[in-house]
């Protein structure tokens, strides 16, 4: 039986969500979610109807309402008498820092959206941003909202390519760029990449680009803008104008199992609701007082919903840290928490793990007494890894909440309640309130506890995506065919003796590397693309530090050879075609792959050598004496 932590008596007197939410959802789910709509936002107009699930699984949420995201996270705060708090306090990598009261937000935000009205941005349109963590990232991203321009954010680490292909499936007409951002003490570029995505034929007209380096960079004028001539002189004054409840607020690219990424899009009501009703529940938000930080990028989701809409809805104080945990030295993170008095830490299992390698003395030389909450995300947090973010960072008095969710989801569905649940290493638990999952097995059977399946939601929820951009059908497919009417999260589950939720990882060809998605087909694609490679197959081996890692098994062309040489390229060209986060940690050169008698890969068989292990049941193998083949190869070349 594992140690359990219940809160302090102290911690669940002045929690802001109580035990008595899971009953009152529980009773009528629909009505808890409509309670939480009215309550956490702003509506411009009431919705007539919670739920429209007669064409599942296409959903709608607060149906017929009408409201501003923009207004919510921004200027409601200001005509509420508090435009002087601080939204965001800005930490840059050379230690430039800003704070940003929400009446600077709101003035900010208006100039944006005047700008981008300017450069020819109308309601619909689709903005990429390809931007470092610098405030206008999220100024951008609520410019867009304010608008109703669906943003679709790419991820700064992301190549040129994977750039381009983001752009031309959403069909954006302007990128929001900066010349560079900062990273372990250099300025690393980004406009570069995106003049090479939207060279050539491209729905780009115009790319408006952030100084942020004052790196050199090529300039093309009839395409190129920058921020300081067409922002900081556009009118601060911009009225929001109101949206449907159902109208696109982002798209988000992420890895599923085929080689093409998938544009996951979210929609306005439903989403604000869910990511403010998580913010503040299962971070126990005291806005008035808290200082709370995300230290993800704005280019995943966690960056969408706990940087950007769900704190902002809520009116909170945060931290935002342009650069790496390790610069200039490995205490930064601690020194900011110290300096701005952080009471809320969110951050994922893969950072703590490395705080963790780095020792304790790091973390121990900071003052870290103001923090109150932790929480994980991206990956299942391994107990000792909890254990000692309990210990060393939280001073053993912080309640951990380790929040499954995803992409798909937009939000937080799975995560113990800090001033309810006892918290179990390891363990995310349970759902919130207002979320219905199960854990079932391959015909759909509910299983008990003490035994593992897959995880699916039964019921829909507010800030469910909304479909794949431009492919309703992939929609259906991936999420809803598994089972006949539950949507499939493709990990895997077990419930434990007390009903309590393990996530087992992905159950699909999706690899989870630093809390970062990649799809093993999207980097074998990128290797065979290489004039040097015959074939490719790439499995996520277990690594101590980042959950997992990439290991590719690659099997050259008749006139390639193998040398040093040839795996560095053939990394740099992953680090090319799709960014430095799918680089592989190995490439293994061999002469055959392990195949069916129907020609599929059998990952599972690779994933054992790649992990060092004794090689499981062959039996299906078209060609038993593969295995063999590769074993003596490896051997003989390394
Ligand atoms: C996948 C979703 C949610 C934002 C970051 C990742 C894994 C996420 C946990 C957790 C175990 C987790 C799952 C999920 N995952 N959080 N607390 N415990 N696994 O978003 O890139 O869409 O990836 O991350 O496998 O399916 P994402």
């Known amino acids: 039986m594992p140690e359990t932590f219940p809160p302090s008596p102290e911690f669940a007197a002045q929690a802001v969500a109580g035990a008595a939410l899971y009953d009152e959802a529980a009773t009528d789910r629909e009505a808890f979610w409509a309670r939480q709509a009215r309550e956490l936002l702003s509506?411009?107009?009431?919705?007539?109807?919670?739920?429209?699930?007669?064409?599942?699984?296409?959903?709608?949420?607060?149906?017929?309402?009408?409201?501003n995201v923009s207004y919510n996270c921004v200027d409601r705060h200001v005509l509420a008498g508090r435009g002087d708090k601080v939204a965001i306090h800005f930490v840059g990598e050379p230690g430039d820092r800003r704070d940003i009261t929400y009446a600077e937000l709101q003035r900010e935000v208006s100039k944006a959206a005047n700008a981008l009205t300017s450069l020819g941005i109308r309601k619909g349109d689709r903005v990429a941003i390809y931007l470092p963590m610098i405030p206008e990232a999220v100024i951008t991203m609520l410019a867009c909202a304010r608008l109703g321009a669906p943003h679709s954010v790419v991820f700064g680490g992301f190549s040129a390519d994977a750039l381009r292909s983001r752009i031309e499936d959403a069909q954006a007409s302007l990128v929001v760029t900066a010349d560079g951002g900062y990273r372990r003490s250099t300025a690393s570029l980004l406009k570069p990449a995106v003049d090479a995505a939207v060279s050539g034929d491209s729905p780009v007209s115009k790319v408006l680009v952030v100084r942020r380096t004052k790196s050199d960079v090529a300039w093309d004028d009839s395409r190129d803008v920058w921020w300081h001539d067409v922002v900081d002189g556009a009118s601060d004054q911009h009225t929001p104008e109101a949206h449907d409840s159902e109208h696109p607020l982002f798209i988000l690219y992420t890895s599923g199992t085929t080689g093409k990424p998938k544009g996951i899009f979210h929609t306005t009501g439903g989403y604000l609701t869910q990511t403010a009703y998580t913010h503040k529940a299962v971070f126990d938000l005291h806005a008035d007082t808290d200082v709370y930080w995300c230290t993800a990028d704005v280019g995943w989701?966690?960056?969408?919903?706990y940087i950007v809409y769900g704190p902002l809805a809520n009116g909170a104080t945060q931290v935002i840290y342009e650069g790496t945990p390790d610069s200039p030295h490995r205490g930064r993170w601690w020194d900011i928490i110290a300096e701005y008095g952080v009471t809320i830490f969110y951050t994922a299992p893969t950072a703590i793990r490395t705080c963790m390698k780095w020792g304790d003395d790091i973390p121990a030389a900071a003052d870290l007494s103001s923090l109150r909450v932790l929480g994980s995300v991206g990956e299942p947090i391994n107990p000792e890894a909890w254990r000692w973010y309990h210990r060393v960072v939280g001073?053993?008095?912080?309640?951990?909440?380790?929040?499954?969710?995803?992409?798909?989801?937009g939000a937080i569905m799975i995560s113990p309640l800090p001033g309810v649940t006892a918290t179990k290493p390891g363990s995310a638990q349970v759902p919130l309130p207002g979320?219905?999952?199960?854990?079932?097995?391959?015909?759909?059977?509910?299983?008990?506890?003490?035994?593992?399946?897959?995880?699916?939601?039964?019921?829909?929820?507010?800030?469910?995506?909304?479909?794949?951009?431009?492919?309703?059908?992939?929609?259906r497919e991936t999420y809803w065919s598994r089972f006949e009417g539950l949507y499939f999260a493709g990990d895997g589950a077990k419930k434990d003796e007390d009903g309590d939720l393990w996530l087992l990882g992905r159950v699909d060809d999706v690899m989870n590397v630093s809390g970062h998605r990649l799809s093993t087909a999207e980097i074998e694609s990128a290797l065979v693309s290489h004039p040097s490679v015959a074939e490719a197959a790439v499995v996520g081996a277990t690594d101590e530090t980042t959950g997992q890692a990439v290991c590719a098994f690659v099997i050259l062309r008749g006139t390639a050879t193998e040398t040093a040489d040839s795996v560095t390229e053939l990394r740099n060209h992953v680090a090319k075609e799709i960014g430095p986060i799918a680089k592989p940690r190995q490439i293994m050169i061999?002469?055959?792959?392990?195949?069916?008698?129907?020609?599929?890969?059998?990952?599972?068989?690779l994933r054992d050598i790649a992990e060092n292990r004794e090689v499981g049941d062959t039996s299906t193998l078209a060609d038993t004496n593969v295995m063999n083949l590769i074993r003596t190869g490896l051997t003989t070349s390394s």
């Open 590 to 605: 061999v002469a055959e792959l392990p195949k069916t008698r129907s020609g599929k890969i059998m990952r599972r068989l």
């Open 43 to 67: 509506w411009d107009q009431d919705f007539h109807q919670t739920l429209d699930w007669s064409d599942a699984p296409f959903a709608e949420w607060f149906v017929g309402g009408r409201l």
């Open 435 to 475: 979320i219905n999952v199960a854990v079932v097995d391959d015909e759909a059977k509910p299983l008990g506890n003490g035994e593992s399946g897959l995880l699916v939601v039964t019921e829909p929820w507010p800030s469910m995506l909304r479909g794949i951009w431009g492919d309703p059908e992939r929609y």
């Open 395 to 409: 001073g053993g008095r912080c309640p951990i909440v380790d929040t499954w969710w995803q992409t798909e989801t």
């Open 301 to 305: 989701i966690t960056g969408h919903s």
